[in-house]
């Protein structure tokens, strides 16, 4: 929840509890409008009242005071709903991939990793792939259809050449739709030494709100540069050590939820409870009268 | 008035010496069972018990004046325990004593009336009773076991017609403590039910302790004194 004027807001936070316990703590007090008895015990044992209703009274006031002040302060809430998201696997092909420092191979792990995140993908997620080497290559496009996506990854290319990041990541913005929750998941071992300047393709990203999710096999020895685009696109950076790392990794990117988020003004809301509360202890103080 | 004197020189505690105050010839048409036989024998002819109009007695009458007592509707509970007070006044003949006690409250008007009134006094004490509960009942018969002693009991001005609902502010006469209530339709009822159910209570302790005992309201001072004799 934000606030247009927080001040007002933790003003409001403050008369709710010390104008309860204030009225709590006055009741006690000699009033001049009180009904005087000459045996308050006898009353207190003969009337036999719960005291909840009393304290829901004193609540009633002190909430409606502190309401009006929050509705004041301009509340908003923002208002998170699971949406349908696109994801792009951008898996790196090259040569180094066959490197067996996690085993059997980082190719072949990735490979098992990838088939495990589309396996535990919540229903709803589409998942496209993309490889690269020298080049990128569009294996499939977003989809929901998860045998589609086992079949593409049966038609991931032998790692060879060399790696072109920044073009794997243009190849797969590019299959992403133009709108709504949309992620890259980079599962790379490298630096990149050929084509686009994965920067530039990471400005771009940015600017269509697209997530880049990194995952470095491998000791990649530029990680920290990838670790610093992930976090110019909001994204998660991992570096699993072992291949059940890595699916673990992958899993958890997989899990992650993608939320549609958008904000609510609550000031007539507010405002609309602090009159009834309002109303509700007016009422029930213009009650309490002689019969 | 002296009906009421004639109740109290009728109790069975009064003194031998107290009840002869002096006797008269016998005069036809007087009764047969006021012949005082002992002067007639002394005298040689018959004389008459003149006990009801010549025995001295000691009236006092213990008055509840704490806050408690200033509850009321339309007046307070304490100006009709002034008119009873005063109504028992005047139940004194001429040559009765007149004994007045500052109460400081029930436990404490009792107590003098106990140690400070001769023990043929007869006593009247005029409280709401809140305080019963605190007095120890050795302290009530010690008191009835004198000449006469009869209490009026303060009933609630709101027995009948609890006069609130909704959320209410008490407060004590006594101590001014305040305290808030949600007071519905099954709360005044218990409240009414309650308070006759103490009221009885108060007025069968007083009873086997001893004492005459007879309720007032806020309306209704000196006849109360009446029917308290009229009940015993």
């Known amino acids: 929840m934000t606030f247009a004027h927080p001040a007002l807001a933790i003003l409001a936070a403050i008369v709710l509890p010390a104008g309860f316990l204030g009225q709590r703590l006055t009741a006690g007090l000699r009033c001049r409008s009180a009904f005087a008895y000459s045996n308050l015990d006898f009353m207190t044992s003969a009337l036999n009242t719960p005291r909840w209703p009393n304290a829901a009274f004193d609540f009633a006031c002190a909430a409606s005071f502190s309401l009006l002040l929050a509705a004041s302060a301009g509340p908003r809430v923002w208002i998170t709903t699971p949406a349908s998201a696109a994801i792009v696997v951008c ?192 009422l029930g103080a213009a009650g309490a009268a002689r019969l | 008035m002296t009906c009421v004197r004639r109740a109290v020189l009728r109790t069975r505690s009064l003194p031998k010496e107290r009840v002869c105050g002096g006797s008269r010839e016998y005069d036809p048409g007087n009764e047969a069972r006021v012949i005082d036989w002992p002067a007639s024998a002394r005298r040689g002819s018959i004389q008459i018990r003149e006990r009801d109009r010549h025995a001295t007695l000691a009236w006092a009458a213990v008055v509840d004046t704490s806050p408690s007592m200033k509850a009321g509707r339309d007046r307070s509970l304490g100006e009709a325990a002034r008119e009873a007070g005063e109504f028992w006044r005047e139940c004194a003949a001429p040559g009765d004593r007149w004994l007045g006690v500052d109460p400081g409250g029930l436990l404490g008007g009792l107590d003098r009336a106990l140690h400070r009134l001769p023990g043929h006094s007869a006593r009247l004490v005029i409280s709401d009773f809140c305080d019963l509960p605190e007095v120890p009942d050795a302290l009530l018969r010690a008191v009835a076991r004198g000449l006469d002693s009869t209490a009026l009991v303060a009933r609630d001005p709101w027995r009948k017609a609890f006069p609130l609902a909704g959320f209410v502010t008490i407060a004590d006469l006594e101590t001014g403590a305040v305290r808030k209530f949600f007071i519905g339709a099954s709360e005044r009822l218990r409240f009414e039910r309650l308070a006759g159910e103490r009221e009885r209570s108060v007025l069968t302790r007083l009873t086997k302790a001893g004492w005459r005992a007879a309720t007032f309201d806020e309306n209704d001072g000196g006849r109360a004194v009446l029917r308290a004799f009229r009940a015993a």
């Not at chain 1, 709504?180 to 600017?207: C, E, F, M, Q, S």
């Not at chain 1, 958008?262 to 007016?282: H, Q």
Request: charged fraction near 20%; include cysteine.
């Open chain 1, 91 to 282: 898996l790196d092909t090259s040569g180094s991939m066959n490197t067996r420092d996690i085993r059997p191979s980082r190719a072949s792990a990735a490979v098992l990793a990838i088939r495990s995140f589309v396996n535990v993908a919540p229903t709803g997620l589409r998942i496209g792939l993309v490889s690269f080497a020298g080049d990128a290559q569009r294996l499939l496009a977003p989809t929901g259809d998860r045998r589609a996506i086992i079949e593409a990854l049966e038609r991931i290319p032998r790692p060879n050449g060399q790696t072109a990041i920044g073009d794997g990541l243009l190849a797969s913005a590019a299959m992403l739709p133009d709108a709504g929750p949309r992620a890259i998941v980079l599962v790379t071992d490298g630096a990149n030494n050929h084509g686009v300047d994965p920067r530039a393709a990471v400005r771009k990203l940015a600017a269509t709100h697209i997530r880049l999710n990194a995952i470095v096999v491998g000791g990649a020895p530029f990680s920290e540069r990838l670790r610093k685009y992930t976090m110019e696109t909001s994204g998660i950076f991992s570096r699993p050590g072992s291949a059940a790392d890595l699916m673990a990794q992958i899993a958890r990117l997989a899990k992650a939820r993608f939320d549609a988020r958008a904000s609510r003004d609550c000031t007539v809301p507010c405002a609309v409870v602090a009159l009834f509360l309002g109303a509700a202890a007016w």
